[in-house]
């Protein structure tokens, strides 16, 4: 007996050729914009503040740019964070059209992520927003419209200090929902908890229909804990660096690597081929340990939130 799960995955397909992930589940953006001035001065002015022109400084708590390929109508490069922990892929791909410039822009996460609080929005944003944004230009003052293909997060929050940003505490937005979605998010990690337990047990003995109903109510408790915790980002402020935050996005990740451990026994213990009962028995062991880091990180939320 075979099953087949679903997922909604961020990486969802676009319009242009985005430069692409190794890992199955990441955060990205994708977007068109259209400018009034030609391609040239769009390119000049992205080139110019990649390589700090005049003292530019990226605006989203000092990130550090590069280019990794460009022709006159496409550039590719990254952008590692302020604090240097992670690294992003981007790419622009330009088109003339009357008397402006049509450009496709993408910037992908490199590591697993659901959430990035904008980043990969503003990888993008930041090397071209305008003035009347509060952005720092080098050159030209580009006048552009954004219209979002594939970006889950592009809130207005890429204009922040050039430097690193401290992780400190700050009030939580709405501290009544914020508690509740937390508690939700708690309560549904419970329920994986037990759930894989009974996995475990159930799937000893091969991919039988208790298995079967044991591995799909972990995959629906996590569905249940992603869209609480997703609530509980925006309800406790998580979009700005408070340790709130950082619990939050732990939680996220763990969410993450549970759903796809857990997804990948629902296809080895389904199966008949050789070496698929250790594989099942395997996946199920990993989505454990993810399961007890979130139990971790939710008490932590519950305690800096």
């Known amino acids: ?10 990486s969802a397909t ?18 068109e914009v259209e400018f009034t001035q030609p391609c040239d001065s769009v390119l000049t002015e992205i080139n110019a503040r990649v390589s700090g022109k005049g003292g530019w400084t990226d605006p989203h708590n000092g990130g550090i ?11 590719s490069g990254q952008r590692i ?9 981007f790419d622009f791909s330009f088109t003339s059209s009357s008397g402006g410039c049509s450009v496709e822009a993408c910037s992908e996460s490199q590591v697993n992520s659901l959430l990035d609080f904008s980043t990969n929005y503003c990888n993008l944003h ?7 944004s509060g952005c720092p230009t080098v050159g030209a003052d580009l006048v552009y419209n954004e219209k979002y293909s594939s970006c889950r997060q592009h809130d207005d ?35 994986a908890g037990i759930k ?82 250790a594989k099942c028995t395997s996946n199920i062991a990993d989505a454990t340990k993810s399961i007890g880091s979130l139990a971790k990180d939710i008490a932590s939320a519950v305690e800096d939130c």
Do not use: W
């Open 1 to 10: 007996m075979k099953t087949s799960v679903a997922l909604l995955l961020l």
């Open 14 to 31: 676009g319009t242009s050729a985005c430069p692409g992930s190794p890992v199955r589940m990441h955060a990205k953006c994708e977007m």
């Open 65 to 75: 740019y590069s280019i990794t390929n460009q022709t006159s109508t496409f550039l």
């Open 81 to 89: 964070t302020g604090d240097g922990k992670y690294t992003d892929l």
């Open 126 to 132: 930041s090397l071209y927003c305008s003035s009347s």
């Open 157 to 191: 929050v890429c204009v922040a200090s050039p430097q690193k940003i401290p992780v400190v505490a700050s009030k939580v937005k709405d501290e009544q929902q914020c508690a509740a979605d937390i508690g939700a998010a708690s309560a549904a990690i419970t329920t």
């Open 196 to 277: 894989i337990a009974d996995a475990t047990e159930s799937c000893a003995d091969g991919f039988t229909a208790s298995c079967n109903n044991d591995i799909n109510a972990v995959l629906l408790a996590l569905n249940d804990a992603s869209s609480s915790i997703t609530a509980a980002v925006f309800d406790c402020g998580g979009t700005e660096m408070t340790p709130c935050a950082e619990d939050i996005n732990n939680v996220i990740t763990d969410v993450t690597n549970a759903t796809i451990e857990i997804t990948d026994a629902v296809i080895n213990c389904g199966s008949d081929a050789p070496g698929s009962t």
